[in-house]
């Protein structure tokens, strides 16, 4: 077997709408070998792991799935089912997963959902390593590398304050995105946008925490505000701990100066060798140690977001409660058996761990681990109540008086926190506490909220709710308007014309496109950016009000979609582009792909959708938010129809553009305005700009604004770069395009005839991951628009050899006829514009198809002047090395 390929999608993609892993597995010698049919395949894998017998599968019923496995079913499918256990046994909550042989024989595609995406992806490997073993009889070491997985899921898995606040965000419909490995979480999108970190938010101040941090600091505030701390001070040695005591009177605390969750904290010290002992251990943390009065009664917990108190809990110290059979050690390992302990945060309640603490407090009751308590005797084993040390919490929320409530903001407000955990101890919570009554102990930054909500007893609270509302308060929005283009041809040219007139609205718009992204109209990052990565860098910008996002095929099937929905998605058209590649044999599966925008358009948003394209049509079922059509036809029998039901459509009638919802009727904009269109003769530009239109209407943009761009983008190296650029030089018109594919080639030439030229001279090549047929094709459709052709390749020939492509086309252009004097090959794309035109004489119209379009760009602006001597040179705003020289009417 061979383990092809396995990788993660973070967000919605072509096989699920949540995270997934996708694997491919090569089956090899086992691809028609089902379960049965391996000796003692099915008996070794249930003893390895158990806990599939739990496992339903199809039959919907515990031990489904091993009903499949002894009638025999193929390995591919039993990867998927371990790759899930082996992550719910990490305490992971997944449980989707779907295999199906792909078009390949013998190679399988596993998906399945994931929590976290190393443990995922480390499942997964696991689940085909175990297979792989036991398919050939050899042994695996399962339970050491579940014990390695569980590492891994402590070390990369969400911590438990923040994983509730997700949880939480998402029942909400709140976009989440983990901007790390650890906890550092973005909520909603571009200018929006909040991040947390725990309960740390992005509001909280940074001095807030740095107090927060120093204890002694926060007593020094606290006391100067008239807020009851206990009396102390700071120590730096033993000899000054014990002075100190002494000074203050015993019982006292002895703790670190910095520090968290109760470590190295010991109370109700009554002896200066519990004192020496104490600042032993409180050393260990930290070389500055508090020693202060200690003040009896109950722990309390009380958590404030904003300017409320939203949760009050009486903490409870780590005990074990006798049977009168069990010592003390013994009690602590069966109650570390409960299920809802775990280590560290990982889940409600936390593990007691025995270590000098516990010895300490145990001797101080004259105890020792091997102490067997009576039947319902309570033996502490710690002193402070952290959950992080074993401690259990009891909520008291609907106890506290108001007079706490206010103290509590109050605090919260002396020491900078937006959000807050203040550690109070008090005879009761339902009394007022000053001086004398209780004090406040510690006030803690980025406080554990599972206390709250896995209370154990009372009623849970919902303090990731609170801190949701308090990010977003009512009638706030966490996401922008976020505009997803894709198709076959056209999504760049749309994208660039919608980002432009969103701008004229005053939006600082994010786009990605074929040429960068771009912030507020600066490229920020070069390059084809139409994946999820170039959208995600987008959405996590701070300053973006609007993204639009040109979004390509190969991106939503490697990568899937950058965000969870957008607000209007547009789909250009859909023709014969990648055939071939990544699975996509047919355009019924190119259909497949692209159909995930309208999958993932709001149900209140917009699906704006081609009635003009066959293919598109079959996407209307698809779609998930409203339609709006656009046609270049007044007639169109599907926008006919579609009005006749109230719905909203763009199209062309008599050459004006009208926008119809229902039987209302408005006009846009004359198509001979729009300069994009070149007066109505660039067919494939009139539908970008429906597109565009009826994206920006569904937006409610206003017309006004909508008429004002369309007539101020211009087809030029300015506006629209590489997509149908005009430059004419000495009486010949240089067309610079960007066609890769049939539909694309078929379009430019189209307009090229409609300039009426003497010849048409075309500089032609295709990319070399394209199928031989497609390629031949392009040829063919040249040989047959074209007068003259000069044939080059692209620098990056993609898996082809130097001339193969070429050698594609030539052929492709005699069928379309072209003789051999009608051609010529030049694979260097410099080398191959020059050559064009230098055959280019006064009427002729030279068509460059590019691959590389700075490298054009300066070929045409080099090229020898002295050829058109005494001729008017026009450059269309050529721009130089991307700065503002802009040159025209050069003679």
């Known amino acids: 077997?061979?383990?092809?390929?396995?990788?993660?999608?973070?967000?919605?993609?072509?096989?699920?709408?949540?995270?997934?892993?996708?694997?491919?597995?090569?089956?090899?010698?086992?691809?028609?070998?089902?379960?049965?049919?391996?000796?003692?395949?099915?008996?070794?894998?249930?003893?390895?792991?158990?806990?599939?017998?739990?496992?339903?599968?199809?039959?919907?019923?515990?031990?489904?799935?091993?009903?499949?496995?002894?009638?025999?079913?193929?390995?591919?499918?039993?990867?998927?089912?371990?790759?899930?256990?082996?992550?719910?046994?990490?305490?992971?909550?997944?449980?989707?997963?779907?295999?199906?042989?792909?078009?390949?024989?013998?190679?399988?595609?596993?998906?399945?959902s994931y929590d976290c995406k190393p443990v995922g992806i480390?499942?997964?490997?696991?689940?085909?390593?175990?297979?792989?073993?036991?398919?050939?009889?050899?042994?695996?070491?399962?339970?050491?590398?579940?014990?390695?997985?569980?590492?891994?899921?402590?070390?990369?898995?969400?911590?438990?304050?923040?994983?509730?606040?997700?949880?939480?965000?998402?029942?909400?419909?709140i976009p989440v995105s983990r901007l790390n490995n650890l906890s550092l979480v973005q909520l909603g999108y571009g200018c929006n946008q909040k991040r947390i970190q725990a309960t740390v938010t992005g509001n909280t101040s940074c001095i807030g925490v740095d107090i927060a941090c120093d204890k002694n600091l926060t007593k020094e505030i606290l006391s100067s505000a008239g807020i009851?701390?206990?009396?102390?001070?700071?120590?730096?040695?033993?000899?000054?701990?014990?002075?100190?005591?002494k000074q203050i009177g015993f019982p006292v605390v002895v703790k670190p100066c910095e520090g968290n969750q109760g470590k190295g904290v010991t109370l109700d010290l009554n002896s200066e060798k519990e004192v020496l002992s104490?600042?032993?251990?409180?050393?260990?943390?930290?070389?500055?140690?508090?020693?202060?009065?200690?003040?009896?009664?109950?722990?309390?917990?009380?958590?404030?977001?904003?300017?409320?108190?939203?949760?009050?809990?009486?903490?409870?110290?780590?005990?074990?409660?006798?049977?009168?059979?069990?010592?003390?050690?013994?009690?602590?390992?069966?109650?570390?058996?409960?299920?809802?302990r775990g280590d560290g945060h990982e889940k409600p309640l936390t593990k007691i761990k025995i270590d000098p603490v516990v010895l300490m407090v145990l001797a101080r009751q004259n105890l020792t681990l091997k102490y067997i308590p009576k039947a319902g005797e309570i033996v502490f084993l710690r002193e402070n109540a952290n959950l992080s040390t074993g401690g259990i919490a009891k909520d008291v929320t609907d106890f506290i008086h108001p007079y706490n409530s206010d103290l509590a903001v109050r605090i919260a407000r002396q020491i900078g926190l937006d959000v807050a955990?203040?550690?109070?101890?008090?005879?009761?919570?339902?009394?007022?506490?000053?001086?004398?009554?209780?004090?406040?102990?510690?006030?803690?930054?980025?406080?554990?909220?599972?206390m709250h909500h896995y209370p154990a007893s009372g009623k849970p609270r919902d303090a990731a709710g609170a801190i949701l509302d308090y990010l977003f308060p009512p009638g706030s929005s966490f996401t922008i308007p976020i505009v997803a283009i894709t198709g076959t041809n056209g999504k760049t040219t749309t994208t660039r014309l919608i980002s432009h007139i969103l701008a004229l609205t005053g939006h600082r718009v994010g786009m990605t496109s074929t040429d960068g992204v771009f912030?507020?109209?600066?490229?920020?990052?070069?390059?084809?950016?139409?994946?999820?990565?170039s959208a995600q860098l987008v959405l996590r910008d701070p300053t973006v009000t609007a993204a639009v996002l040109e979004t390509a095929r190969g991106g939503l099937i490697r990568s899937g979609l950058a965000f969870d929905y957008c607000d209007v998605s547009i789909i250009t058209n859909i023709s014969e582009d990648h055939l071939g590649q990544d699975e996509v044999e047919t355009v019924e599966d190119l259909i497949y792909v692209k159909a995930l925008l309208l999958e993932r358009t709001k149900p209140k948003g917009y699906c704006i959708l081609n009635a003009d394209d066959k293919h598109v049509l079959k996407l209307v079922e698809r779609s998930k938010g409203q339609i709006c059509f656009f046609s270049r036809k007044?007639?169109?029998?599907?926008?006919?129809?579609?009005?006749?039901?109230?719905?909203?459509?763009?199209?062309?009638?008599?050459?004006?553009?009208?926008?119809?919802?229902?039987?209302?009727?408005?006009?846009?904009?004359?198509?001979?305005?729009?300069?994009?269109?070149?007066?109505?003769?660039?067919?494939?530009?009139?539908?970008?700009?429906?597109?565009?239109?009826a994206g920006l209407l569904c937006l409610k943009i206003g017309i006004d604004k909508i008429v004002k761009g369309l007539t101020e983008f211009k087809p030029n190296f300015e506006h629209n770069p590489g997509r149908l650029n005009i430059v004419e030089m000495g009486g010949v018109k240089i067309i610079i395009d960007y066609g890769h594919n049939i539909a694309g080639y078929q379009a430019t030439i189209n307009y090229a005839r409609h300039l009426k030229p003497t010849r048409l001279i075309g500089v032609i090549g295709v990319p070399g991951d394209r199928k031989d047929e497609s390629v031949e094709k392009i040829g063919e459709l040249a040989g047959a628009g074209f007068d003259y052709l000069v044939i080059k390749e692209d620098q990056d020939l993609r898996g082809r050899i130097p001339g193969e492509i070429a050698a594609i086309l030539e052929k492709g252009a005699q069928k379309g006829g072209k003789g051999r004097d009608e051609m010529e090959i030049v694979l260097n794309e410099g080398e191959a514009v020059k050559t064009a035109l230098d055959k280019a004489r006064k009427g002729d119209v030279v068509v460059i198809f590019y691959e590389d379009f700075e490298l054009v760009r300066e070929a045409v602006y080099q090229y020898p002047r002295e050829k058109f001597k005494g001729q008017p040179i026009s450059y269309d705003k050529i721009a130089v090395n991307k700065g503002l020289m802009v040159e025209q009417g050069i003679g």
Do not use: W
């Not at 691809?31 to 599968?57: A, G, M």
């Not at 955990?421 to 599972?450: M, Y």
């Not at 912030?519 to 990565?533: F, Q, S």
């Open 1 to 112: 077997m061979k383990l092809l390929e396995i990788r993660a999608f973070d967000g919605c993609s072509i096989y699920s709408y949540h995270p997934v892993i996708k694997m491919l597995v090569d089956l090899g010698e086992y691809r028609e070998i089902p379960t049965n049919k391996i000796v003692d395949f099915v008996n070794r894998l249930l003893y390895l792991l158990p806990s599939l017998f739990e496992h339903e599968c199809s039959l919907g019923y515990p031990g489904g799935f091993v009903e499949r496995l002894k009638e025999g079913t193929y390995l591919g499918h039993v990867m998927e089912h371990i790759a899930i256990e082996l992550q719910c046994l990490t305490g992971a909550q997944v449980k989707f997963g779907k295999t199906r042989e792909t078009k390949q024989a013998g190679v399988y595609r596993i998906v399945f």
């Open 634 to 693: 007044g007639d169109n029998i599907i926008v006919r129809r579609h009005l006749g039901i109230g719905g909203k459509a763009v199209f062309v009638k008599d050459g004006i553009i009208l926008y119809a919802e229902g039987e209302k009727v408005q006009p846009i904009i004359n198509v001979n305005a729009i300069p994009l269109t070149m007066k109505g003769k660039a067919i494939h530009n009139v539908e970008n700009a429906l597109a565009a239109i």
């Open 228 to 245: 009851p701390v206990p009396y102390g001070g700071v120590v730096s040695s033993e000899e000054e701990a014990l002075e100190l005591a």
């Open 519 to 533: 912030i507020g109209g600066k490229c920020v990052l070069e390059g084809d950016t139409t994946g999820p990565k």
């Open 278 to 340: 104490a600042f032993s251990i409180a050393n260990t943390y930290s070389s500055k140690i508090i020693v202060e009065k200690y003040i009896s009664g109950k722990h309390y917990r009380i958590l404030v977001v904003g300017d409320k108190v939203v949760a009050v809990s009486e903490r409870i110290p780590a005990h074990v409660i006798g049977d009168g059979k069990r010592t003390v050690k013994e009690l602590i390992e069966l109650e570390n058996q409960n299920p809802n």
């Open 122 to 173: 480390r499942a997964g490997e696991i689940a085909f390593e175990l297979v792989n073993a036991l398919a050939q009889g050899k042994r695996y070491d399962l339970e050491r590398e579940l014990r390695n997985l569980k590492e891994l899921a402590k070390r990369y898995s969400l911590g438990s304050s923040t994983d509730v606040i997700v949880r939480r965000a998402k029942e909400r419909g």
């Open 421 to 450: 955990g203040i550690d109070i101890v008090a005879e009761d919570i339902s009394l007022p506490v000053k001086e004398g009554t209780g004090a406040v102990i510690e006030v803690n930054a980025a406080p554990g909220i599972r």
